[in-house]
């Protein structure tokens, strides 16, 4: 292994949002030789968060222009990078963080040695404090527990988020893909990571995932409830993609499924309110909600709203209506930036590595 050209890609990975931390043991090392070729590795730190020609890259990391984009081609085909087709027919180029992006780009790469490489380098990470920053990701609610009479915006509303779009993917969950192929997970649906727009056009063309039209998006995001699963977009007003999280194999939700206070750190602008004498004592809730904010009180359900995300899928099933959602004051909300690289912009300047 060309150790130094791995290192010097770590440390530029790391600089990208939510960084890729160093490991104890190397296991960053081996799981970058794993995905990156050395000369792959050696044109990854000239990636920035912004689009740019095969052309501009080549030129800073000393390649032909030939040479350059035939190279970058590869590694978007290989979910190392992002890249973008133009109105005019061309083609730019940007970074990816390891996550949200390279990880899971790797939904058709999955072999039981790269998930043993990859869980062996989150279990040894250094740990080190977080920045106050805005996240990647959000929760929004099933469409149908929202009250019309509440105050949102489009961004909040995963019908509204459908209608501002015309391009569609839907893609496999890399995290119930894997847990399955060692023996682990649910049965909830595998094709359930949806969509949308230039990131649609990247995963059809790079065979990620596979083109949609707009019923068959609702029709997926009806069956995500039926199956309990949570709407996670990213965390922009022009929506990326919505990952159908359970609670048992999504890193994201299993993270904040392990903290004393989800509510405290779930970017949503819902919460659940129960109204204890409407509760019918079906207990549907229970196996609906995915961070155990419902319990059994009794013959009826209370509620522990410092667990709660907002997810609203206690709601749809709720036949009395004792359970709602409700807005979160102004000072509750998180930020939502206009796009998914602006977010990323924004992370990268603000956080503390």
């Not at 960053?28 to 095969?54: G, I, Y």
């Amino acid at each position: 292994m060309n150790e130094q050209t791995y290192r010097r890609l770590a440390r530029h990975l790391d600089q990208l949002p939510d960084g890729f931390p160093p490991s104890r043991t190397g296991a960053d090392l081996h799981l970058l030789e794993l995905l990156f070729s050395p000369q792959e590795a050696e044109l990854a730190v000239h990636l920035t968060l912004e689009r740019e020609s095969a052309g501009l890259i080549a030129a800073r990391a000393g390649l032909a222009p030939d040479a350059g984009a035939l190279l970058l081609d590869e590694m978007a085909q290989k979910g190392l990078i992002l890249s973008m087709d133009t109105e005019d027919g061309g083609r730019t180029y940007m970074a990816a963080p390891f996550v949200v992006g390279i990880y899971e780009f790797q939904v058709n790469n999955l072999s039981v040695n790269f998930l043993h490489a990859l869980w062996e380098y989150w279990s040894t990470t250094v740990d080190r404090p977080s920045a106050e920053t805005i996240p990647q990701m959000r929760t929004i609610p099933i469409h149908e527990s929202i009250d019309p009479r509440l105050e949102t915006v489009t961004y909040e509303q995963v019908n509204a988020i459908v209608d501002a779009h015309t391009r569609f993917a839907v893609a496999p969950c890399i995290c119930r893909r894997g847990a399955r192929m060692v023996g682990k997970g649910c049965d909830a649906p595998e094709e359930s990571c949806l969509i949308f727009g230039e990131w649609a056009e990247f995963y059809a063309r790079t065979g990620r995932g596979r083109k949609i039209d707009r019923s068959e998006m609702l029709a997926l995001i009806a069956r995500a409830d039926a199956a309990n699963l949570v709407l996670r977009p990213s965390n922009s007003q022009d929506v990326s993609f919505i990952c159908c999280c359970c609670g048992c194999c999504c890193g994201g939700l299993v993270g904040l499924k392990r903290h004393p206070r989800p509510a405290d750190v779930v970017a949503s602008a819902f919460i659940a309110s129960l109204a204890p004498e409407d509760c019918q004592g079906c207990f549907t809730c229970l196996q609906r909600c995915q961070m155990q904010a419902l319990v059994e009180d009794g013959d009826r359900v209370a509620l522990k709203q410092e667990r709660c995300i907002g997810c609203g899928l206690c709601v749809t099933t709720c036949p009395s209506g004792a359970l709602t959602l409700v807005r979160k004051s102004e000072s509750g909300l998180t930020r939502v930036p206009p796009t998914m690289e602006d977010t990323w912009r924004i992370i990268s300047q603000t956080q503390n590595i």
